[in-house]
């Protein structure tokens, strides 16, 4: 019997495994989806106060579509021998998905153990336990991209919130268009700014930057730079400066191995490549496992095709913001904006426990936002 195995438990090894399963149909082909937890994580969200309920079981998605979970973590890949080891066990495969995500670039500084992170379900949980009950603390969150500004605007309200951003403005990677209504929120909400800065060491109860200011502070949030997963190395094939897997428009890498979510490198259109983001991991993993299990089959694959870019930026108690196209021109912001924002996290919540709503899903891999 012919075997698919999907390495990752997140957005695009989720979705690659309900699109092998549709394309598999009543075909007698082995799916298993690799990852050692057993909650979908709703990545997305692990900047909110509770991220608890930022979690899917997986067997509740897998299990109604008939695909196996193995609770490991894959640990090499060979593609020669076209097998992954995970758990000491070594697996063979007739195609691959590699769908393992990407990880939090860690500064090496002095007092590194201290900082924390919502980079991971446990990294948001220790942050949440450390802030249970706590208001008026300072927190010093690192980073003025996406993560940064969500995590800093959320936190605002039960604290002093110190941002600090290696660049000269904040939202550096988001371009000019959405900087206006960034820093009114920022304003709105009293967050401190510390542009051309960075932290460079950080005890219990301080953190010190680049400029030699002393921040008092047992809570520093490091949320500066993101990489793909470092199995990406295992494969030998080309990687673009994330670490990303380059893969054609079916997102095959070569041979009998494809690649979705943050692990690929794939081209939205001729200027740009897609971004790190749930927003092109599931359609991303839709298209991989669909087509590693039409080829395997001798069935048309499916070219991949993204949706319109957009951008929604949640600004905590100054609501939110949401831009379209490359430019990111806002097109909402504020309360509007956070009930666009809000739709969207609802949106991202697979279905479960229904094998058609969940294959029905699996099919719609491009779509546009009523907004």
């Known amino acids: 019997m012919s075997h698919i195995v999907i390495v990752g438990g997140g957005f695009a090894g989720v979705w690659s495994a309900a699109g092998a399963a549709r394309a598999r149909g009543e075909e007698a ?8 937890n057993e909650h979908l994580v709703l990545r997305p969200r692990l900047y909110e106060a509770d991220p608890e309920q930022a979690k899917v079981e997986l067997g509740r998605i897998l299990g109604p579509i008939g695909v196996t979970h193995l609770r490991a973590t894959v640990t090499a890949v060979d593609t020669a021998a076209r097998t992954v080891t995970a758990g000491g066990e070594v697996i063979g495969y007739d195609r691959l998905v590699l769908a393992t995500g990407s990880r939090l670039v860690r500064p090496d500084l002095p007092g590194a153990e201290h900082l924390f992170d919502v980079d991971t379900l446990e990294g948001a949980r220790r942050l949440a336990a450390h802030l249970r009950g706590r208001e008026g603390f300072t927190a010093v969150v690192v980073g003025a991209g996406f993560a940064g500004l969500e995590v800093a605007t959320e936190l605002a309200s039960r604290g002093r919130v110190v941002l600090v951003e290696r660049a000269e403005v904040v939202g550096p990677d988001l371009g000019p268009g959405p900087r206006p209504d960034i820093e009114a929120a920022l ?25 030699g200011e002393l921040i008092e502070t047992d809570t520093v949030i490091w949320t500066a730079g993101i990489r793909a997963s470092e199995l990406t190395t295992q494969v030998p094939a080309a990687r673009d400066e994330l670490g990303r897997l380059e893969v054609d428009r079916f997102l095959r890498v070569d041979g009998a191995v494809f690649a979705a979510g943050d ?6 259109d001729a200027d740009h490549y897609v971004m790190q983001s749930c927003q092109h991991a599931v359609p991303l993993g839709m298209v991989a496992g669909y087509n590693a299990s039409a080829e395997l089959l001798g069935l048309p694959m499916r070219e991949f095709v993204a949706g319109p870019y957009v951008t929604c930026l949640d600004l905590g108690a100054a ?4 831009a379209r196209g490359w430019d990111r021109a806002v ?3 504020g309360a509007k904006g956070k009930e666009i924002k809000q739709w969207i996290m609802r949106l991202i919540h697979p279905p479960v426990d229904d094998a058609a709503a969940i294959m029905g899903a699996a099919d719609h891999y491009t779509f546009d936002l009523p907004f």
């Open 331 to 333: 097109v909402a912001s």
């Open 263 to 268: 692990t690929a490198a794939a081209r939205y």
């Open 187 to 211: 304003d709105e909400l009293g967050v401190e700014r510390r542009l051309g800065a960075t932290v460079t060491e950080v005890g219990q109860k301080h953190a010190r930057l680049s400029t």
């Open 29 to 36: 082909t082995r799916i298993t989806l690799v990852a050692p």
């Open 319 to 322: 609501g939110a913001l949401f």
